[in-house]
Each structure stands twice: as structure tokens, then as C-alpha cells.
């Protein structure tokens, strides 16, 4: 069936390296994606949202890209902090339905 | 500036109790969600309300109801709780805008169930 999948689970980064999360969706049809990122014991917090009009959105230290091609997306993160260290969702939306459709998150853990 | 508000934080239930989760919103968003979320697992959508007196199901709605009398208020009932029903629930709001396309949801901190 139709879903937004993530190809891995867990990530460990060292502080101050890149990080590069990676999200699969299988539905072409999907025009809006957003990336959340969630702490413990916490609501998902909205962090950066991509049109499929575009290949490329860049926010403070991080940036999406958007791969039409093979349908995947990515968030990375520049200059990982430990605060950074949380579960990440990405989320599409498809046409006018206006409901999300969300991965199962990926662990992202920062080592000191 | 507070949000979404969540109400309450914790609850047990013992199996066959109802409840109502509580939630409200103060940025006069049309768009509201409710959500559970299983450990390790991402969020399922149970329903949705696109206005005050407008809602729907979504992904996972068997065992829940909902209305939307106003604007802010978006409350969520168990009617008969089950151990199945064992989550953390989240509720969301949003603007969707059709000209601009986007549908940015912003969550509550969450509803912690357990039904035993």
C-alpha cells in the first residue's frame, strides 16, 4: 500500500558533524511535505516544509531536499548539537485532503 | 502564547470507563486532528474536524468519537475503554491555505493513556 517510510531507524552522530536523515514515499501524487521533529515526552514540532514544486528549501541549520525522481527526501542538519538529539518525522500530504500521512520516525542520537 | 492545550497529561482507565481527552486552540485555525501514537511508532490519524461543525474519520476511528462545536474545542471520547486504547494521544490544529498549499500542523504535548 501507500506510505512514507524512513530507511533508517537510528542514527548516531558525532556533535558537530553533519546529519542526514532520509525519508521514502511511494505515492508520486503527494505535492507537500514536512519534516517534525519530536523530544521525549513531547508534541512533534513543526521544523521545515517542502511544495513538490521544489528541489530544495533551506532553514537555520537545516535544509530539505526533495528527489522527485525516486521519491525521497531528506533532512540534514548542519553542525548536529545535542539538542538536536530527538525522533524525526517526515509527512506528506496529498492534493486537497489536508491530512498528513507520517513515517515512523527515525533516532537521532548526538554523541557528545 | 499558548497553542494547543492538552488536557489531562496522565490517565488510567480501567477497561470499560470512558473519558473525554480535552483539547483547545487559540490561533483560530479551522483544521483539527486527533492522533494516537504507539511506542516506537508513528502517528495514526483517528479523526478530523475542517471547521466547527464538520468532522471525519480518519485512519483509526473505531472505539473513539468526536464533535467540534466551536472553533477552539476539539475533545475526543472513549466510550468504552479498552486495553488496545493504551496510548498517547496527540491532538493538532492548523490553517490550510488552498493558495499556498500548505497544511502545517502544530500539536499539544500530549495525552499519556493507559487502560488496564
Known amino acids: 500500500g501507500e506510505s512514507v517510510g524512513l530507511h533508517l531507524p537510528t542514527l548516531s552522530v558525532q556533535e558537530g558533524d553533519n546529519s542526514i536523515i532520509n525519508c521514502a514515499y511511494s505515492?508520486?501524487?503527494?505535492?507537500?511535505f514536512i519534516w517534525y521533529k519530536q523530544e521525549s515526552g513531547k508534541g512533534p514540532q513543526f521544523i521545515i516544509d517542502i511544495r513538490s514544486n521544489m528541489d530544495k528549501r533551506q532553514g537555520q541549520r537545516v535544509t530539505v531536499l526533495l528527489n522527485k525522481t525516486v521519491k525521497h527526501l531528506s533532512l540534514q542538519i548542519a553542525a548536529t548539537q545535542p539538542g538536536d538529539s530527538a525522533v524525526y518525522f517526515c509527512a506528506e500530504t496529498r492534493g486537497a485532503t489536508n491530512k498528513l500521512i507520517f513515517g515512523t520516525g527515525t533516532l537521532l542520537a548526538v554523541q557528545p | 502564547n499558548a497553542g494547543v492545550t492538552q488536557t489531562p497529561k496522565f490517565r488510567i482507565l480501567k477497561i470499560g470507563q470512558s473519558m473525554t481527552l480535552q483539547c483547545t486552540q487559540d490561533m483560530n485555525h479551522n483544521y483539527m486532528y486527533w492522533y494516537r501514537q504507539d511506542p516506537g511508532m508513528g502517528l495514526k490519524l483517528i479523526y478530523y474536524s475542517v471547521g466547527a461543525g464538520i468532522t471525519d474519520k480518519g485512519e483509526v476511528p473505531n472505539g473513539y468519537n468526536v464533535s467540534r462545536s466551536t472553533t477552539e474545542d476539539f475533545p475526543l471520547r472513549l466510550e468504552l475503554a479498552a486495553p488496545s486504547q493504551t496510548s498517547v494521544y496527540f491532538c493538532?490544529?492548523?490553517?490550510?491555505?488552498?493558495?499556498?498549499?500548505?497544511?502545517?500542523?502544530?500539536f499539544g504535548a500530549g495525552t499519556r493513556l493507559s487502560v488496564l
Open positions: 505515492n508520486s501524487a503527494s505535492d507537500y
Open positions: 493538532a490544529s492548523s490553517y490550510s491555505s488552498t493558495s499556498s498549499g500548505k497544511n502545517i500542523q502544530y
